[in-house]
Nanobody, 129 residues
Framework: QVQLVESGGGLVQAGGSLRLSCAAS???????????MGWFRQAPGKEREFVAG???????????YYADSVKGRFTISRDNAKSTVYLQMNSLKPEDTAVYYC????????????????WGQGTQVTVSS
């Protein structure tokens, strides 16, 4: 069982930046490297949507995936030694306002089609205009 804890949400003005973190509880960092990690978000009255995902392999390093709406503005990264995934969000827009969730799937690709089966509690991001 993997437990995920997000942090870093808050209130920011449009055009600003935030960095979200998600720490995973796993037995070893090598176990963590097996997991694809993703970020999703859910705005009020809307369905949860994929934001970004990342997987890692020893021969090719990290593979990353992004929703079109965040490409060029958001960057996902991971630190396997710390069992942590990050989401750097720049040039934030009011439409980025949502609860952001971290998710994990062992041996997944990290793409939006990955069947993530471990979820965090979420962290609120509010972007004011």
């Amino acid at each position: 069982q993997v437990q995920l804890v997000e942090s870093g949400g808050g209130l920011v003005q449009a055009g600003g930046s935030l960095r979200l973190s998600c720490a995973a509880s796993v037995r070893t960092f090598s176990d963590y490297s097996d997991y694809a990690m993703g970020w999703f978000r859910q705005a009020p009255g809307k369905e949860r949507e994929f934001v970004a995902g990342i997987s890692w392999s020893s021969w090719s390093g990290s593979s990353t995936y992004y929703a079109d709406s965040v490409k060029g503005r958001f960057t996902i990264s991971r630190d396997n030694a710390k069992s942590t995934v990050y989401l750097q969000m720049n040039s934030l827009k009011p439409e980025d306002t949502a609860v952001y969730y971290c998710a994990a799937d062992r041996y997944g690709s990290g793409s939006g089609g990955t069947k993530y089966d471990h979820w965090g509690q979420g962290t609120q991001v509010t972007v004011s205009s």
